[in-house]
């Protein structure tokens, strides 16, 4: 039996697997595994898309006959039902692995604590929980959609030290520097959608795209237009992007662009969740983010701070808070010095 310090190894090896899917994987979740004899890795594999073999069947198929008497880390509860892939729990009986230790447990009704218990029916000696909150982190968007049927919505943003996003006049530029515009683009790259308001659409002309990164694919934009302004010259709208508006307005789209009509933000993220999309990245205004906070719909801050005072600008946020009583807490998650600039992220507290 290992140690409690050797599974938590172990398993960061296995969440490190997963990373490589994510963004890739909707509506399935990033999922990563290793595969363990003694103390030797015989085995790894991660989710690479919705279709294709689990991280599971991937690993074992690494490990070979070395996987009998093996222990395997998984990030996520195993499968236990016939989807386009047949249940992994099942693969890792038929491969004779000894012991599973499991990061979190599969909210998915349709496995939601049997594939646990499938292993142990087996005889296969299971522990859940390693790593837990680092899973379900990594697995927010898949989450997101399965209990509450709409993609996890991540808010970023740049201030300066004095809390302003912009300048007041013209000629405005980057407020953070090139190493946190470029950790903005691996979020990009890892999102299945970025969205922004129609307003900053039109000051900005923004292509939403990723760019820099080696294999990077561009997240499908999202424009929230609810009086249809958005041009048909905007460099945002190919083939893939989503316009949001309201049932009343009359907004013709390009070919290839989709629109959404939607009673309120609610009804908006519902639909976005109809379309397999987990992970929402908001990256527009003050006005499209005030309206996210003050329906209770932003549930990741990700915030650069930059040493630079402005005096008078543009805040993040427009909503009206009337106390510091009143004030949104965060759980902070991370605090980490990105070149010059400052990253704080966490959670809204519930």
């Known amino acids: 039996m290992k140690s409690r310090e050797q599974d938590t190894e172990y398993m960061k090896l296995a969440l490190a ?25 015989v085995g790894r594999g991660f989710h690479p898309r919705a279709g294709e073999p689990h991280a599971e069947v991937v690993a074992l198929r690494d490990a070979g006959e070395r996987a009998r008497e093996a222990t395997a880390y998984v990030t996520l509860e195993p499968c236990s039902h016939y989807g386009r892939t047949p249940p992994c729990a099942d693969a890792l009986i038929a491969a004779g692995v000894s012991r599973v230790v499991v990061a979190a447990g599969d909210p998915n009704p349709q496995v939601n604590g049997q594939g646990l218990a499938k292993l142990r029916a087996a005889g296969v000696d299971v522990e859940i929980g390693v790593l837990e909150a680092e899973a379900t982190r990594q697995q927010a968007g898949f989450r997101s959609l399965v209990t509450r049927g709409r993609p996890h ?61 080696d294999g990077g694919r561009d997240p499908r934009a999202v424009i929230f237009d609810r009086e249809g302004r958005t041009p048909p010259s905007a460099l945002a709208l190919r083939p ?79 909503a009206p808070t009337r106390s510091m009583h009143a004030a949104q807490d965060l759980d902070v998650w991370s605090v980490e010095q990105v070149g010059e600039d400052v990253l704080i992220v966490g959670r809204l507290r519930v």
């Open 240 to 318: 893939g992007t989503i316009v949001v508006s309201t049932p009343s307005t009359n907004y013709t789209a390009p070919a290839g662009v989709t629109v959404l009509r939607a009673e309120g933000l609610p009804d908006a993220l519902t639909q976005l969740g109809n379309l397999n999309i987990s992970t929402l990245l908001l990256e527009g205004g003050a006005t499209l983010a005030s309206a996210f906070l003050t329906s209770g719909l932003i549930d990741e801050v990700r915030a650069f701070v930059a040493p630079k005072l402005l005096g008078a600008g543009l805040p993040p946020l427009l």
């Open 17 to 41: 697997e997963a990373q490589k899917g994510v963004g890739r994987t909707s509506p399935n979740p990033p999922v990563g595994c290793v595969i363990v004899q003694g103390a030797e890795v």
């Open 153 to 213: 919505v991540i808010y970023k943003y740049a201030m300066t030290l004095d809390g302003k996003t912009a300048a007041l006049g013209q000629g405005n530029g980057s407020v953070s520097g090139p190493q946190a515009r470029e950790r903005v683009m691996h979020w990009r790259n890892q999102a299945d959608a970025l969205a922004v308001g129609a307003h900053t659409v039109q000051l900005d002309n923004p292509q939403l795209t990723t760019r820099g990164l």
